[in-house]
């Protein structure tokens, strides 16, 4: 007999890992977060990067309008800004982004790591000692994008080879500072964060759950689903998956969603990045379903990030309905620039149901593209 529930009711979710972008891209993405997220760690990798207070304050107000541009109700969604950590941040930058009540971590991003890293930080503990000791002293977690920048270190291993350059190291000069191990993609990584001594967590993404490298090479090189990290192999894919549903507090939901316009992922050289904040519960779901897990979804998605964080759980509750959800082939900016969504053109067993009042008047920012004759 089939138990599964048609509907399934938690605490608004929050996503500690997001990419939202600047500009015309922010005002396009954002309202898809607010529409299922009450709270969202926010990617400091503009262009030029986010690394002083000052300039986290004035992304804050960007995204603060454009989500009153969309008729977001004022207070329902916080967006939690981060600072660009690199070789000249000052320890008294961590001072002030403490202070200011609105900034929440410290990214490391190795230089060349990924998507605008290139002002990222060379050797962490050559450079950056004396920043790292004001974070753990201000209690200001430092997110890291876990990877070793290597050529000569094959792309499938960077995650591995940095738990032991980095990670371990790390972890013997600073025990108390809060460290998130962000979009983790590796049974190594699984096991490195349910070991480690002191205040370790992790993010996991919803695509780095329902796929494996496979996905990339399907019917031809699928640039849509490519990301940093990149995909494994399905024996880490499954060690995540344990992960996520075993109720371990250390790990929680991060989308990593990072928007590119569809000519820069179908590139010579492609971006790295998935876009899934239109749909990111719907494939949480997905993946927890498919796993026998989802009664383990709210603490994964809405109580153990907080935790971590020192942050009260949200109030509100977000109703997911088990009745479909077909994504779109492809998305469009108002000045015509497209947006494939990760998995476009499938469909998902969940929909997030329609929320009441100001938040189901939400307009569209995105619009299904028009079927070319």
Not at 24 to 30: E, I, K, P, R
Not at 124 to 138: F, I, K, Y
Not at 149 to 159: G, Q, S, Y
């Amino acid at each position: 007999m089939n138990t599964s529930p048609t509907s399934l009711t938690i605490r608004r979710p929050d996503d500690w890992h997001l990419h939202l972008r600047d500009g015309d891209m922010l005002a396009a993405v954002v309202a898809d977060t607010a529409r299922q997220f009450g709270r969202a760690i926010i990617m400091p990798n503009l262009k030029p990067p986010v690394t002083d207070t000052a300039q986290a304050g004035a992304y804050r107000e960007r995204i603060l309008t454009a989500l009153y541009q969309a008729g977001l109700p004022e207070g329902s969604f916080e967006p939690l800004m981060t600072l660009y950590l690199t070789d000249n941040t000052a320890p008294d930058e961590i001072k002030r982004a403490r202070e200011s009540g609105f900034v929440h971590g410290v990214k490391l991003y190795p230089a060349g790591a990924t998507t605008n890293s290139d002002a990222g930080v060379t050797d962490l503990l050559r450079h950056c000692g004396a920043v790292l000791e004001a974070m753990q002293r201000h209690d200001m977690p430092l997110l890291v994008h876990g990877e070793v920048t290597d050529p000569a270190i094959d792309v499938f291993d960077r995650e591995a080879v940095f738990i032991e350059r980095v990670m371990q190291p790390l972890r013997q000069a600073y025990p108390a500072l809060k460290v998130v191990f962000e979009h983790l993609t590796t049974k190594d990584g699984v096991d490195y964060v349910m070991q480690a001594e002191g205040p370790v967590a992790a993010t996991i993404t919803a695509h780095h759950l329902l796929y494996n490298r496979n996905a990339l090479f399907q019917g031809g090189l699928r640039p849509h689903w490519y990301c940093l990290p990149v995909l494994k192999r399905e024996v880490h894919r499954l060690a995540l998956v344990e992960a996520a549903t075993s109720g371990n507090s250390r790990f929680f939901l991060g989308t990593d969603s990072a928007p590119h316009v569809k000519g820069l992922k179908e590139h010579a050289c492609g971006c790295a990045g998935c876009y899934t904040a239109l749909h990111a519960m719907q494939l949480y779901a997905a993946a927890f379903e498919a796993a026998g897990a989802l009664h383990k979804l709210e603490a994964f998605a809405s109580l153990n990030g907080p935790a971590f964080y020192g942050l009260p759980a949200n109030e509100a509750t977000l109703t997911l309905e088990k009745s479909g959800f077909d994504i779109p082939e492809t998305l469009f900016l108002p000045d015509g620039t497209q947006v494939v969504p990760l998995a476009a053109g499938e469909s998902l067993a969940w929909r997030v149901a329609e929320q009441g009042g100001a938040l189901s008047a939400w307009p569209l920012r995105f619009q299904r593209l028009p079927t070319l004759k």
